[in-house]
């Protein structure tokens, strides 16, 4: 299986700030890497298909890079409402395993 | 606009099945598939399995394997996902998704879930 790991595992920020949260596969995924976003008590909501591809009203200040082991999900600006867990799903290969999330608070 | 919803939270003794209901709208239930996800009280989200709405194909979960059944209807647009033999550590908040899937290198892909249900909390408890 392919194991995803995502860091850090919490970090805290201000509004305003830029933040950058890292999955890493542990063989090559190519470009089949979700980002969602879960708030408390929420079902997970999808920010980011295919690494990079961002889902329709999501806000630009979200935006993902990166291809085969390494990526990113970046969050320029950061405002209230982001105060949330992040996930990465990769979708190359059974199963398609989350990351253990990142959890960003304001 | 797309919604899914599914059936109210359950409480099962270790041993018996639950079974929940995932009632989709807004959109040609065959034309996407349906993932299902759990969470573990404070914990991360977990793939269970996936099936194709259009041809009945699933692909499970190693953890949930001989334990987990996922059916759908057609006739009224309603996927459902049982799970046998359950155990304290069955106890999550279970998710249906709709699923964007391809067929590639002779398999289906499921690939990414753009719409949720809100979660049906399964508690196993003696």
């Known amino acids: 299986d392919i194991q995803m790991t995502q860091s850090p595992s919490s970090l805290s920020a201000s509004v305003g700030d830029s933040v950058t949260i890292t999955c890493r596969a542990s063989?090559?995924?190519?470009?089949?890497l979700n980002w969602y976003q879960q708030k408390a008590g929420k079902a997970p909501k999808l920010l980011i298909s295919a690494a990079s591809s961002l889902q329709s009203g999501v806000p630009s200040r979200f935006s993902g890079s990166g291809s085969g082991t390494d990526f990113t999900l970046t969050i320029s600006s950061l405002q209230p409402e982001d105060f949330a867990t992040y996930y990465c799903?990769?979708?190359?290969?059974?199963?398609?395993?989350f990351g253990g999330g990142t959890k960003v608070d304001i | 606009q797309v919604q899914l919803v599914q059936s109210g939270a359950e409480v099962k003794k270790p041993g018996a099945s639950v079974k929940v209901s995932c009632k989709t709208s807004g959109y040609t239930f065959t034309d996407h598939g349906i993932n299902w996800v759990r969470q573990a009280p404070g914990q991360g989200l977990e793939w269970m399995g996936w099936?194709?709405?259009?041809?009945?194909?699933?692909d499970y979960a190693q953890r949930v394997q001989g334990r987990v059944t996922m059916t759908t209807d057609t006739s009224t647009n309603t996927a459902y996902m049982e799970l046998r033999s359950l155990r304290s550590d069955d106890t999550a908040v279970y998710y249906c998704a709709r699923v964007y899937y391809d067929y590639i290198w002779g398999s289906y892909r499921p690939r990414y879930s753009d719409s949720w249900g809100q979660g049906t909390l399964v508690t196993v408890s003696s």
């Open positions: 799903q990769q979708s190359f290969s059974y199963p398609p395993e």
């Open positions: 099936i194709s709405t259009s041809n009945g194909h699933t």
């Open positions: 063989q090559t995924i190519r470009n089949y």
